[in-house]
Each structure stands twice: as structure tokens, then as C-alpha cells.
């Protein structure tokens, strides 16, 4: 997976490779002195409570892919309108996840379009062999080359959460790193777009590799923004450089996300 989030501390250890986290204690109390971190935290934790006993629909799809991410329930939720958002309002284009890790965030938009009959092709990019290395770009780099490795799942455990869901029709998982895969990417055009990259290089990838592609008035959502330094930095310049002046949704602590202008139309995807 080419992600992260605070929820990775909370257990000590990295659920996907069995491995301990190599991050220092400083790490959680540089985290933790944050107040917005410590109240978005308890909301957090007050949130998935509910949702693991509510009736609501995104409750009973948050319970069938909860063991499988670790996006937060806002996050999460997030994705759950976003894909409904594309669907009820027609925005063209597929599903893209950039930095997928177990599935279970993708799995969740796949559950969500498979309740509005919907049958939009889902792409999931990630190394599937844990996170790659930040680089001196990173602000945070000391911090963030801790994760390296970390947060790591095969193409066979995605592809059978997929499978044990009944979702894998039309979806395509694609290995390696952005920088190899996105510029061949065969997806030429995208609703939503999923970027949960971590690191300034990977987002910054995302960003150019992809943005083009997505439909205006389609939606890009930012796992990392609020809490990786990196990500953060890659799309404020991303943003500043284009000229985009629509201004970033809040989704928690960490996720942001934006609607595409219906004003910024390209070339470039033969639209």
C-alpha cells in the first residue's frame, strides 16, 4: 500500500505484514500533542462504535470490509457518498484507488455501486509489497522512512476479499509503483479518484499522472493530507501550479477532498 494513518499505532503493529512498526515513541507523542489529532481520535473511536451496530447502510458495508483498511470511518464514509455522488449525478468516468493496501476502502466503493446497480470498471494501483520509500522531498522524511516496508498486502489477499464479496467482475489491480504504472495506465477517464499515496513523490505522481483524466465535477479524495507532510506538500503545489482555486472539503484530521470545476476541461483525455 502506498499509505498512512495514525490508526497504524494504535495496536503496535502492522496488521497487514505481521511485523512491528519501527516507529519511535516520539512519533506518538509528536502525534498525540496535537489536540485536533487527540479530539478527531476520540470522535473516531465513537463513530466505529456506532457503525458496528447501526442498521444504516454504510454501517452494514463499513462492517463487511472493516478488518480490511485502515481509513478512518469518515474516510470511509467519505468514499460511500462520493461513489453515490458520481452515480446519482452521472458523472462519467471509473473508479481509481491509488494505494489500495488490503482492499477494503475499494471494496467498500465496489459494495456502494453494487447497491445502485451501477457497473463502472474499479482500478486499484499499489506496489503490494508495502510502503516504498519517502524521499528528501518529505518534510517529515525521518518520521516517514520508518513506515518503509510497512503496511503490506499480496494481490492474491485483495483479490480474495474481492472474490469473497462477490465484486471482482470488472475490476483491475495493477502492481508496481505510480511512477511505473500510471503513465500507462489503460483508465481514460475517472469519477472518482481515490489517492491514499502517503508521500510527496507518490501523490505528486498521482496528481500528474491522473488528474487529467478525471471528469469535472468528478471527485478526488486525499487520505493523507492532514497527517503526512508529504502529501500535503504535493497537493498544495499540485493545486497552486494549476491555477485550481476550488477549495479543499474537510473530510477528518487527515482527508480532504475536491470537486473537480466544471470549468477545467483538457485535451488531453479526448474529451
Keep these: ?22 516507529h519511535p515513541f516520539k512519533e506518538i507523542v509528536q502525534r498525540f500533542s496535537d489536540p485536533a489529532l487527540v479530539a478527531d481520535t476520540v470522535m473516531r473511536t465513537a463513530v466505529k462504535t456506532w457503525d458496528l451496530i447501526s442498521p444504516a447502510e454504510f454501517s452494514v458495508l463499513y462492517r463487511q470490509i472493516r478488518t ?15 461513489v453515490r455522488y458520481v452515480i446519482h449525478n452521472d458523472v462519467q468516468g471509473d473508479l ?9 476502502s475499494a471494496a467498500l466503493m465496489a ?5 445502485l446497480a451501477g457497473h463502472r470498471p474499479i482500478w486499484l494501483f499499489d506496489t503490494f509489497e508495502g510502503l516504498p520509500a519517502p524521499t ?10 520508518l513506515f518503509t516496508g510497512t503496511c503490506q498486502a499480496s494481490v492474491e489477499e485483495v483479490q480474495n476479499l474481492f472474490d ?19 503513465p500507462l495506465a489503460e483508465v481514460l477517464e475517472i469519477a472518482l479518484l481515490h489517492i491514499d499515496g502517503d508521500w510527496y513523490d507518490s ?24 497527517y503526512w507532510k508529504g502529501a500535503r506538500k504535493a497537493v498544495d503545489e499540485f493545486l ?23 470549468a477545467d476541461r483538457t485535451s488531453s483525455t479526448g474529451r
Excluded: W
Design 68 to 82: 480490511h483498511t485502515m481509513c478512518s470511518n469518515a474516510r470511509l464514509r467519505a468514499l460511500y457518498r462520493g
Design 164 to 182: 469473497r464479496l462477490h465484486l471482482a467482475d470488472n475490476v483491475h489491480l495493477i502492481k508496481g509503483l505510480f511512477q511505473d504504472t500510471l
Design 240 to 262: 497552486e501550479k494549476r491555477g485550481i482555486k476550488s477549495p479543499l472539503q474537510r473530510v477528518d484530521y487527515s482527508g480532504r477532498f475536491l470537486l473537480k470545476p466544471e
Design 136 to 145: 528528501a522531498a518529505d518534510p517529515d522524511y525521518e518520521i516517514a522512512d
Design 203 to 226: 501523490v505528486k505522481t498521482c496528481l500528474e499522472n491522473l488528474y487529467d483524466r478525471v471528469t469535472p465535477g468528478g471527485i478526488i479524495q486525499f487520505d493523507d493530507y492532514g
Design 1 to 22: 500500500m502506498q499509505s498512512g494513518q495514525s490508526d497504524r499505532y494504535q495496536a503496535g503493529r502492522n496488521p497487514d505484514a505481521g511485523k512491528p512498526l519501527r
Design 111 to 115: 459494495l456502494t455501486q453494487q447497491r
Design 96 to 104: 481509481v484507488e491509488c494505494g489500495c493496501a488490503r482492499g477494503g
